[in-house]
């Protein structure tokens, strides 16, 4: 199951960081990852990851995923595999009683579910867009408090 969920989060880096326009142009990308699959395979990823086709600017289709905000497009895309292992959180800064926490996109929404759920008696909650999360901090807790909290729950925060 883990091979699939790999395989499934390359697709989806692949679609969002390069126009394919074909199975074929999918499976040789997936190929060049490590990911050895058939066109059937392929097809119900596609069903079940909801990938449509759109028109580009240049009349051409290409797959695109349901959720743009999730994977936009980058214009220098590094490999699926090294896209996998960046984490999501990126920043945090302080300002009095707020906190602001800066993720790669997408991946707000997920840190701050982290953050609500870990029950962290330094937070009085959180509001999450799509690569920013804001962070009500309780009075009296230290910036440098708060911190070490928040690392216990948001993955690859120092």
Not at 15 to 24: A, L
Not at 84 to 92: A, D, E, K, T
Request: charged fraction near 20%; avoid cysteine; glycine fraction near 6%.
């Amino acid at each position: 199951m883990k091979e699939k969920n790999n395989r499934l989060e390359a697709l989806r880096l692949i679609i969002s960081s390069q126009q394919m326009g074909s199975q074929e142009e999918l499976l040789n990308a997936l190929q060049k990852e490590g990911f050895q699959l058939t066109q059937a395979t392929l097809s119900r990823d596609l069903k079940q990851l909801k990938v449509a086709k759109a028109a580009t600017m240049s009349g051409n289709y290409v797959y695109v995923l349901p959720n743009e905000s999730m994977y936009k497009r980058v214009s220098t895309p590094s490999s699926a595999r090294e896209m996998m292992q960046i984490p999501g959180f990126i920043s945090i800064s302080f300002s009095g009683n707020m906190g602001v926490i800066k993720t790669r996109p997408g991946y707000a929404s997920a840190i701050a579910w982290n953050i609500d759920r870990g029950d962290l008696p330094q937070i009085l909650g959180t509001i999450a867009g799509d690569d920013n999360i804001f962070v009500v901090i309780k009075e009296g807790f230290s910036h440098r408090e708060v911190t070490e909290a928040l690392s216990k729950v948001v993955p690859n925060m120092k």
